[in-house]
């Protein structure tokens, strides 16, 4: 069972093809046979969430916070690492922030 904060190595299909690739991602949560994730790419230029080799990825590395997805559990190829708690509150916060816009006063 996949835990949020998981890095794992996924099976994703891109919006703009049909072509499925594997790539790494985290998972924010998981649902019955679903698993919603953000994409990470080593793309030091785009803008995320930095996230290093020393934390854990092979290369340093963004998590995009505006690249999600949800796929199914059989998708989800292996975990390579589990962020630290530090890291989950920093991805925690940022969506907090972006989806401020819904709260209703």
């Given amino acids: 069972m996949l835990k949020p904060g998981d890095v794992i190595v996924a099976s994703v299909q891109f919006t703009d093809t049909d072509e499925v690739k594997v790539r790494p991602a985290v998972v924010l949560f998981e649902e019955l046979t679903n698993v919603v994730i953000a994409g990470i790419t080593s793309n030091l230029t785009m803008k995320g969430i930095p996230l290093s080799k020393s934390e854990g990825a092979i290369k340093d590395s963004v998590i995009k916070l505006n690249y ?17 708690k530090e890291k989950k509150q920093l ?4 969506f907090s922030k972006r989806l401020s816009g819904l709260k209703t006063q």
């Fill in 91 to 94: 991805i925690f916060d940022e």
């Fill in 68 to 84: 999600i997805f949800t796929i199914s559990n059989e998708m989800a190829n292996k975990v390579v690492f589990h962020l630290s």
